[in-house]
């Protein structure tokens, strides 16, 4: 079958010596001839026709015209045989799209574990290869679209990856690419920065409220992506025992408490200080069961690693898992009053007092 292909006008001519002319295709030109397989890959296949206005000499003599139907043969056709290489490469953490632009043509071959960010160049403190993301998009034999897949996603943003420019760095291995011709890439390993970066401006969400443990205090948030738990306000936390509290007895707003969570997680775990801990253990109304320990957080409880602040939730949200206290109190210490006629006792956790029975105390 015959091809033909015509260069851009918009060419640069490198050099002129009498007789001679080299000029440089335009990229788009490269990477079209690139794509094709039945034309300048030998000179069996490589011909060119001229018209008469393409040149002319010193005296204005124009070209004498080589036609299409008699076309110049060429002497000599030098293949492209470089390895590709990723020429410049976008990252979006927003919407989590990682698009490539390769050097020359290339296959539509792709896979996860080859391409790997890191949060500097050289000798990265923190890296990640992907792993279960897609390539979503293959346009014009050159530009790779890498939709980033939610888990990996939110690895890189718990490991401080690309959570700027300056954190982002991509590298790859040995045939990550592969051109038109078959020849594959060599690897990266000197890591490369982004041409275009757009940070995460998306608010995490609490995904559920995973568990409340009567007997230790604590309670599990769930978040949409990575939150960092060096930023959580535990008065941002507020526990009822409706989807929607209604008054004092039925709500209640953590004044303390910490978090043994370390880092950029997605899991939270709460401690609840002893001041709220006995407070919701001594309200009848609020998480003595599954059915009535729901929980609301305000916008400033916490915020993700790009230091975005969480979208509140204001409805209250049902615990997923509630662990029942079976952990029985024990009588610690006593003192008797003689003189007031008072005795008291300390415990080690809370107790109700409508059940204290006085007549299952003896004095020895």
Sequence with gaps: NFVSFRFDPALTV?????????????TSDKLSLQAMTKIATSINNTY???????????????LVPILPGAPLQASMVILDNLPPT??????????????????GTVQAVF?????????????????????TSTLTRFTSFTTFTIGISTSDLN???????????ASCFLTYTAGALVNSKGIPSNNLTVGMPPAVFVRDTTSPTLINFAQFNAAT?????????????????????????LFSGTTDLTTYTLTGGSTSSAGNVLLLTVSLSSTDANAVKLNPYICTTRGNCYVTLSASTIADVAGNQLTAQTVGLLVESYVYDIISPVLLNFTVDMNGGNATLFFSKPVSA???LVSAITFL
Excluded: H, W
């Design 14 to 26: 490198l050099s002129y010596s009498s007789s001679l002319v080299t000029f440089t295709m335009a």
């Design 48 to 62: 060119i026709s001229v018209t008469a206005t393409a040149a002319q000499d010193s005296f204005g003599n124009i």
């Design 86 to 103: 990723v020429m410049q490469y976008n990252i979006d953490m927003n919407l989590g799209a990682l698009v490539l632009y390769a050097d």
């Design 111 to 131: 896979s996860p574990a080859s391409y790997t960010l890191q949060n500097v160049a050289t000798a990265p403190t923190a890296s990640f290869t992907l792993q």
């Design 155 to 165: 690895t890189l943003k718990a490991r401080g990856i690309c959570t700027s420019n």
């Design 217 to 241: 205090s604590t309670l599990m948030l769930n978040f949409s992506e990575p939150v960092t738990a060096s930023s959580f306000v535990p008065q941002g936390v507020t526990l009822q025992s």
């Design 354 to 356: 409508t059940g204290f």
